[in-house]
C-alpha cells in the first residue's frame, strides 16, 4: 500500500511504499568536500562529470552511462570518488576513481557482490588515505543491507562484511564519516514496517555495533540522512515529516550517543547536505517553504555560526564557500562566473 505525503509548494515527490522508501528530486548531485587550501566540487557534467579544483583547474571525467557519483572525498593530495552504474548484466555495479588534479584512473571495487544492485556508496577516509568503503546491497530497492569493506595498501578491498541486513523494507540514504578517534560511523535511513526512521552504526576496534535508532520509536518518516565529523564527535542532519511538513533536525553524537536533538529548519526544509571540515561544519538545504536554498555554518557542536540564504526556484543544490568574515551560496557554472550568487 503506498502513502504520500505532501507538502505545501513542494518541488519533490515523497514516495514511501510498503517496504520501500525513496525521496524523487528534480536537479543535479553536486558534491563539495575540502582539499587542501579550499574546496573540491564534483559536478554532474553532460553525460560524465568534472571536478572543479582550488585555483580554477578543472579535470573531466568520462561515466559509463547511467552513472552516478555519489560520494568524494580527499585523499592528502589526491581524491578518491564512488558511485555506482548499470553493467551490461544489468547488475547495478560501483564504480570507483581516483586521481589529481591532472589525471584520473579507475580503481577495483570490493569483491562478493551477491545482489543485484550495489548503490550509494559512501567513502572514508582516515588520516590522508582510503580507509574503507561502504554502499547498499541488495537484489532491489526494497532489499538493501549496509555493506562495508576495508581498503588494503596494495589497492585492494579485504572481504566485505554486513553492517545491517535487509529489513522489513528498503535502507536508503547511506551517511558515513571517520572519527577524530578513528572509529567508523554510518546512518541510513531504515523502513520499519510503519515509517522510515533514522539508524546508526559504529565500528570500534574491528566490530561493528548493532544497528539502532537514532531517535526514540514515532509514527512519521524520517529521511534523507547526512552525518559529518564534527570536534571530537559528529552531527547529524536529516528531515522529519510532522504531519504537514518536513523540517529539518539536527543531532550530535558524543561520548558514544547521540545528543541535543531538535527541530533545526521550519517547513519544506529538505536534503540536507554537509561540507567544511570537522571544525566549522557547514550544512546546505533546500528551505521550500522560504523559496530558496540555505547553508548554516556551525560549530562541532551543532550550534549556528552564521547563515546564508539564496532565493531561487532551482532545485540543483548549490555550494558553499566562505569569504573573509561572509558565507556565500552559488552553483557551479561552464563560465567564470556563477548564474547566481549570494
Keep these: 500500500m503506498e502513502r504520500f505525503h505532501a507538502c505545501a509548494r513542494l518541488c519533490a515527490v515523497f514516495i514511501l511504499a ?33 571536478l572543479d579544483f582550488p585555483g580554477g583547474r578543472r579535470l573531466a571525467l568520462p561515466l559509463p552511462a547511467g552513472s552516478e557519483l555519489t560520494s568524494v572525498a580527499a585523499a592528502g593530495s589526491d581524491w578518491v570518488a564512488a558511485g555506482s ?22 580503481l577495483t571495487a570490493p569483491p562478493g557482490q551477491s545482489g543485484r544492485v550495489r548503490r550509494t556508496p559512501v567513502v572514508l577516509v582516515d588520516g590522508g588515505r582510503l580507509a ?17 569493506a576495508d581498503a588494503r595498501d596494495d589497492g585492494g578491498w579485504r572481504r566485505p562484511v554486513w553492517v545491517s541486513a535487509p529489513g522489513p523494507g528498503s535502507q536508503l540514504g547511506l551517511s558515513g564519516t571517520v572519527l577524530a578517534d578513528g572509529s567508523w560511523l554510518l546512518a541510513w535511513s531504515a523502513f520499519d514496517g510503519g ?14 555495533l548493532p544497528a ?31 504531519g504537514n511538513d518536513y523540517r529539518l533536525m539536527l543531532a ?34 533546500q528551505a521550500v517553504a522560504a523559496g530558496g536554498w540555505a547553508a548554516d555554518e556551525l560549530d562541532a557542536e551543532g550550534r549556528v555560526v552564521r547563515r546564508v540564504d539564496l532565493p531561487s526556484a532551482r532545485t540543483d543544490r548549490p555550494v558553499v564557500a566562505a569569504a573573509g568574515s561572509e558565507l556565500r551560496l552559488a552553483w557551479p557554472t561552464a563560465g567564470a562566473a556563477p548564474a547566481e550568487e549570494r
Design 18 to 50: 510498503a517496504g520501500t522508501a525513496g525521496v524523487v528530486a528534480a536537479g543535479e548531485r553536486v558534491l563539495q568536500v575540502p582539499y587542501g587550501s579550499g574546496e573540491l566540487i564534483l559536478v554532474p557534467d553532460g553525460a560524465g562529470a568534472r
Design 85 to 106: 552504474f548499470t553493467a551490461e548484466d544489468g547488475r547495478q555495479r560501483l564504480l570507483l576513481l581516483a586521481g589529481d588534479e591532472r589525471h584520473a584512473h579507475l
Design 132 to 148: 574503507g568503503l561502504a554502499w547498499l546491497e541488495g537484489d532491489g530497492l526494497r532489499s538493501l543491507a549496509v555493506a562495508v
Design 195 to 208: 515509517d522510515d526512521e533514522i539508524v546508526w552504526s559504529r565500528r570500534l576496534g574491528g566490530s561493528w
Design 212 to 242: 539502532a535508532r537514532v531517535s526514540a520509536d514515532n509514527a512519521v518518516p524520517d529521511i534523507t540522512p547526512s552525518l559529518t565529523a564534527a570536534g571530537p564527535g559528529a552531527l547529524l542532519a536529516w528531515s522529519r515529516y510532522d
Design 252 to 285: 550530535r553524537f558524543a561520548g558514544g550517543e547521540w545528543r541535543d536533538e531538535r527541530v533545526a529548519g521550519g517547513a519544506g526544509t529538505l536534503f540536507p547536505t554537509f561540507n567544511g571540515d570537522r571544525d566549522r561544519p557547514r550544512l546546505v538545504y
